[in-house]
């Protein structure tokens, strides 16, 4: 196994690199000028932003602009942000924090709602827990995130007060900061960012384990006298689970970025926010740095759900 992830690891280099080449050559071509700002300031000479193009390396030919961004890259500089001009490293470590705690809090929500709800919705097929679960996930997945996110800030935070309306820490509280004040603030985003996932997953657990039981081996297992909580637990949830853990590694990269919105809605000073910020300002090494690190999970979460086949499946083996 140690081989094999040593092997997966070597091959994701040149995926690396030919990804970096084609988002940087995007960024390029994306309209507008990183230095629009400047530009249109009136009190900025043609000298000025000059000398910045030139302290920038904007003047140089695309291909040496890239080639001199990954040889920093390589060192451990991943370039300064041309709007705050602070190391895009240090501004990534500051937001990578809040985006991990949120999306991490929606993955294990996710997965805990969702698995057992897809699996009692197999089990109780055509009845009622059945139908309502069924007509909910849709309901989820056909639910806009920033008109849910809007709602539970008005129910939850404007006319109950539970729970705070936006932010991730209390703004001049004795306690900002504590773990029960950052918690308070993270249950709207992360019910928010799980929703869809909630509602897909289960979906496709219920459908999973709905085959899983038409199979005969389960059939043999009831008729040899087993109990129907083995049946279930030991043979039916293991081949179950195994199908579905692609859809779950590879959604967490997806997790990741799809927090643009939900961050947007509550405030969340993340990746997703950090992202569309850059976005407005044509931030390009922070963009650079945001999109490197989202293709870096999509490789690593491929790799993932590798391991976990061999893990749930004892029938593959790596050499």
Not at 173 to 182: E, I
Request: glycine share 6%; no cysteine; charged share 15%.
């Amino acid at each position: 196994m140690l081989k094999y992830i040593i092997k997966r690891i070597l091959q994701a280099i040149p995926m690396l690199i030919a990804v970096s080449i084609i988002i940087y050559a995007l960024l390029q071509f994306m309209p507008g000028d990183p230095l629009d700002m400047y530009l249109e300031n009136p009190n900025a000479s043609p000298e000025v932003i000059e000398k910045m193009k030139e302290s920038y390396g904007l003047n140089d030919p695309i291909p040496v602009q890239y080639l001199n961004w990954a040889k920093n890259l390589l060192k451990g500089d991943w370039g300064r942000s041309y709007n705050s001009r602070r190391p895009v490293l240090d501004l990534l470590a500051e937001r990578i924090g809040p985006t991990l705690q949120l999306t991490v809090t929606a993955f294990i929500l996710s997965v805990v709602v969702a698995i057992p709800l897809g699996i009692f919705g197999a089990i109780k097929k055509g009845k009622p827990f059945d139908y309502v679960t069924t007509t909910l996930t849709f309901l989820g997945i056909s639910m806009p995130v920033f008109w849910f996110g809007l709602m539970l800030q008005l129910i939850f935070s404007v006319h109950l007060g539970w729970l705070p309306t936006a932010g991730r820490v209390t703004v001049g509280a004795a306690y900002s900061g504590s773990f029960l004040d950052v918690a308070r603030h993270l249950v709207l985003p992360a019910i928010v960012l799980s929703l869809i996932y909630i509602a897909g997953w289960s979906r496709y657990a219920r459908s999973n384990f709905l085959e899983v039981m038409n199979q005969d081996y389960i059939r043999t297992a009831r008729a040899k006298g087993l109990k129907e909580g083995s049946v279930l637990g030991k043979h039916a949830f293991r081949n179950a689970l195994i199908s579905l853990i692609t859809v779950i590694t590879l959604d967490i990269p997806v997790l990741f970025s799809g927090a643009v919105v939900t961050e947007a809605v509550f405030s969340w000073p993340g990746m997703g926010s950090f992202m569309k910020d850059a976005l407005d300002k044509q931030d390009y090494p922070v963009l650079m740095g945001i999109l490197m690190i989202n293709a870096l999970l999509v490789i690593l979460s491929n790799l993932l759900a590798d391991i976990l086949y061999a893990v749930f499946d004892p029938r593959i083996k790596y050499d």
